[in-house]
């Protein structure tokens, strides 16, 4: 057998869909998996018995665009493995900035949380175990959303409760919030097209994709919502399309919210808001 530089080579490249240094990555994540060995184990001690038919059965998944982490069944966030299936979301980096901001704005013991849109769970899970004495909840319109989520609590013991909610057109029974979160569906159906094959044809539609016509649907609701369910000098917390910034700070304004922040992502794009709740 080739040695492990060359296979990982030689399999990246047939990752044609993925930029070389991403194909090499997946490879390398695909490998440490199935062989449970640290990349510099394996490229000292590689040999072709470890090569199973399950490996390889995953390496055709991989090639065919499907996320490395639906064929693994976790995605990390937040220092924490997180269950995934193709009924949620693949958390992302941009998320954990925005669970990172709410943990280091808000030290108060004993805070009372909504999550709005929890896919995963990765967002009420981290702040349930982050944040000290916190009191977290969560909704979602899909139950097979919740059952991973609810999977994902269970595993890491964090004290979540959840609700199957369509929140478009239901309220949540909850005592008055301290602090709302989501990151709502928000990608125009118009950028379909735009997206990497991975997420257009593997990822749930139900949690990306908003009206053309009203792209900040789920902004408004939640935030009128949040009216009512957040005390006063409670906080609103938002991560946003990148393309609609102004429009959603603007919005907030209009519903009387204060002390509005738009926060650019490591990237440099504009991808959080946070709101402060007038009174």
């Known amino acids: 057998m080739s040695n492990y530089n060359e296979l990982v080579k030689n399999w990246a490249a047939e990752l044609t869909i993925y930029s070389p240094?991403?194909?090499?990555?997946?490879?390398?994540?695909?490998?440490?998996?199935?062989?449970?060995?640290r990349k510099t184990d394996m490229m000292n001690s590689l040999k072709e018995d470890d090569l199973s038919e399950s490996l390889f059965e995953d390496f055709e998944r991989l090639k065919t665009g499907e996320p490395v982490q639906y064929i693994i069944g976790k995605a990390p966030f937040y220092g924490r493995d997180f269950f995934v299936n193709e009924s949620v979301l693949i958390p992302r980096n941009e998320t954990e900035e925005l669970v990172h901001m709410i943990i280091k704005q808000n030290p108060t013991p004993g805070m009372k949380i909504l999550d709005i849109g929890t896919g995963s769970g990765c967002i009420p899970i981290s702040l349930a175990l982050e944040m000290k004495d916190a009191e977290v909840y969560s909704v979602d319109v899909s139950e097979d959303a919740l059952e991973v989520a609810g999977e994902n609590a269970d595993h890491l013991e964090a004290e979540v409760t959840f609700f199957h909610m369509d929140i478009l057109k239901e309220t949540p029974n909850v005592p008055q919030l301290d602090i709302l979160v989501s990151n709502p569906p928000y990608v125009p159906e118009a950028e379909w097209v735009d997206l990497h094959a991975n997420v257009r044809d593997f990822e749930p539609g139900l949690a990306l994709f908003v009206p053309d016509h009203d792209p900040?649907?789920?902004?408004?609701?939640i935030a009128e919502k949040a009216l009512k369910l957040v005390k006063p000098g409670g906080k609103l917390y938002y991560e946003i399309h990148n393309n609609f910034g102004p429009q959603t700070v603007e919005l907030l304004a209009g519903l009387g919210y204060l002390e509005i922040d738009l926060v650019k992502d490591l990237n440099n794009k504009d991808r959080m808001v946070s709101a402060k709740l007038p009174g």
């Open 216 to 221: 900040l649907l789920f902004y408004r609701v």
């Open 21 to 37: 240094e991403e194909a090499n990555n997946l490879v390398n994540w695909l490998l440490e998996y199935h062989l449970g060995l």
